[in-house]
C-alpha cells in the first residue's frame, strides 16, 4: 500500500492502492493543468516534511484537505526588525474538516516547535485583499492576513474558508482567536503559562527571552531557538559595540585623536540603548506568538493507524459540512 512516506511523486497518491491516511489527496493534488501539476508538486514535497509531526497533532477522524505556506507578519515586526520577522513568522497552512494548523517552519519548509490553530468557529468572514493578502476577520473583531500565500492557493483558501462560514457554523464564541498547542502534547494551553496543565510539558518564557535580548540582542533568541538569526543578531551587535565604543576608547581607530567628546558618548549611548530595547521588545512579543519547549520534544515511536476509507474522494472539499448554530441577538 502507497503512504506519503513511500511515494515518490503525488501521482502515486492518487491510485487504487494507497493506504488509509487522514488527508484527501484528491483535493491536495487536484491539478488540472501545467501549472496546478507544478504546485500540486511543491505541495507534495510540504506534506511529505510535515506528515510525520501532522499525524502526531490530528484529532481521531480529522482530515486534511489542504496545505499552503504562508506567513503573518504584522505591520510593527516589518518596521521593527524587518526580513527577520519573515522568517519567525513562517507558517505551513494546515486546513482541516475542524481547523487551520499552523505549524512553524523553516527556509527548507521542515517544521519547528511551535504549533497554533485558528478553530473555524471563530471565523466571519474571509476575503482576499487586492495587495495580494489573504484577510480573515474573527469574532472577537481581530484580523488575520496571511501574506505570501501563492496566488492560486489564495484563491482556493478563499473560496473554501467562503464556503465554511456561509453554509457551517460551530456555536459561537467571541473571544477566540489563533490559539497555542503544547508543543509536547498538542492540546490547547491558553495564555502563557511556564508548562501544560495536561503532560507537565514546561514551556520557555518570554519575558526571560526578553529579558536576554535586553542584556545582549541575540541572547533571547537563542534561548528560543531562532539559532541563525541569533547568530547574525550577536554578530552584528558584538561589531556595533567594537567601532562605536571599544575601538574608541581603547584609541584602536584614530590614537591621535584623543578622548572623545561627552556628546559623542551620549549619542552612543543613546543608539546601543535603543538597539538592546528594541531587540528585547520584539524577542519578548515573538516569544508570546506561541508555546516554546523546554528539553527535548518527545517523537512518537509508533503511530496510530487510521481506519480504512474508500479511495480519495475528488468532491471532499465540496462535502466538507460542520454543525454551527445561529448567533445570538
Known sequence: MTTVDSA????????????????????????ENFMARQRAKKRFKLLKALDLKLRQILD?????????????????????????????????LVFTSRRILLLHIDLRQRPLEVVSQLPYASITSVKSTWNGLCSIRLLNRKTFNFQSVPSADRKFVVDFLADIVQLTNAPFEHRRGIEHLCPHCYVFVPEHPASCVSCGGRFKSARKAGLLSLLFPGLGGWYLGHRSIALFEMFGT??????????????VSDPAS??????????????????HVIDGMMTHHFGRKGHHPMGQVPLAV??????DRPKPDLNAANKLKLNRTTPPM
Open 8 to 31: 515518490k511523486k503525488y501521482e502515486e497518491l492518487l491510485g487504487p492502492s494507497v493506504s488509509a491516511s487522514p488527508y484527501e489527496y484528491g483535493t491536495l493534488f487536484k491539478a
Open 60 to 92: 481521531g477522524g480529522e482530515k486534511v484537505y489542504f496545505i499552503t505556506t504562508g506567513t503573518t507578519i504584522t505591520m510593527g515586526e516589518r518596521f521593527f526588525v524587518g526580513w527577520v520577522a519573515h522568517l519567525v513568522n513562517m507558517r505551513a
Open 238 to 251: 558584538a561589531v556595533l559595540w567594537y567601532f562605536l565604543v571599544f575601538a574608541p576608547l581603547f584609541g
Open 258 to 275: 584623543g578622548p572623545l567628546s561627552l556628546e559623542y558618548w551620549i549619542t552612543v549611548g543613546s543608539m546601543l540603548l535603543l538597539t
Open 302 to 307: 509508533s503511530l496510530p493507524p487510521f481506519m
